[in-house]
């Protein structure tokens, strides 16, 4: 059965850091593109950063650059999202998602094509 599942969401300062882990079974992720989103209260879902099924640098949106670190292990089958410099705008539940690609297409999925859904983790950042 596959599934996806988050975790490393927490209560962090302004500044800190936090460490995201996605841990996919099932899924072969040379032949899946992942993103993870996030879902702050009151508000739309948003992608954050991308990552496609040949595992080319990922794509990070400009609200988060610099700052998020989208990185893959296609041994372990995890996909991970390093946060540093964290702002109370980031609080959110993040999610992680995946989108069946061709084998190691380079190819970035839209946000309505990721049919394979964690249940999210909550990150929180305040003082």
């Not at 209560?11 to 899946?32: A, E, H, I, M, W």
């Not at 879902?45 to 650059?65: F, L, N």
């Not at 049919?115 to 990150?123: A, L, N, Y």
């Amino acid at each position: 059965q596959s599934q996806v599942v988050e975790s490393g969401g927490g209560l962090v300062q302004p500044g800190g850091s936090l460490r995201l882990s996605c841990k996919t079974s099932g899924f072969n992720l040379d032949s899946y593109a992942v993103g993870w989103f996030r879902q702050a209260p009151g508000k739309g879902r948003e992608g954050v950063s991308y990552i496609s099924a040949d595992g080319g640098v990922p794509y990070t949106v400009d609200s988060v650059r610099g700052r998020f670190t989208l990185s893959r292990d296609t041994v372990k089958n995890m996909v991970y999202l390093q946060m540093n410099n964290l702002k109370p705008e980031d609080t959110a539940v993040y999610y992680c998602a995946l989108a069946r690609t061709s084998p190691l297409s380079s190819y970035l999925p839209t946000d309505d094509e990721y049919s394979d859904w964690g249940r999210g983790t909550q990150v929180t950042v305040s003082s």
